[in-house]
């Protein structure tokens, strides 16, 4: 599996909540890629501006890797109590790290915005 198949479920994550409806098919993902049923830690920090925007991380090991990325990608974007709920026209511009907490140590994945500044 792709690390960009992982970022983009961070980004979906986020994508649904923005346009409010559920568009990971979650069965399926589950079917093509088996390890996303393992359970795994992740951090999730958003970047906007090479700033971080907000920020979630696993405190333990509870979740599937699938529903870890997603819940920490809407934690980080919503939920991060040092920032207001992103936006929009932040999520546009924003950068996603993705960062897997694996028995052989962390292993850091990064999205490039959808749109760059000009």
């Known amino acids: 599996m792709s690390q960009s198949v992982l970022l983009t479920i961070a980004r979906q994550s ?3 909540v ?3 409806e ?4 979650r069965e399926k993902l589950l079917e093509e890629y088996p ?3 393992e359970p795994m830690m992740t951090e999730i920090t958003l970047y906007l501006n090479n700033e971080i925007r907000g920020n979630a991380k696993s405190s333990t ?3 599937s890797l699938l529903e870890d990325i997603i819940h920490n990608a809407k934690i980080a974007a919503f939920q991060d ?3 207001n709920p992103l936006v929009t026209s932040e999520y546009l511009y924003t950068t996603i790290e993705l960062t ?4 052989d140590g962390p292993l850091s994945h990064k999205s490039s915005p959808i749109l760059k500044d000009q």
């Open 81 to 83: 109590e040092n920032f």
């Open 61 to 63: 090991l509870s979740r």
């Open 35 to 37: 390890i996303l049923s």
């Open 22 to 25: 559920r568009s990971i098919d």
């Open 14 to 16: 986020i994508q649904e």
């Open 100 to 103: 897997l907490f694996s028995a």
């Open 18 to 20: 923005l346009q409010a």
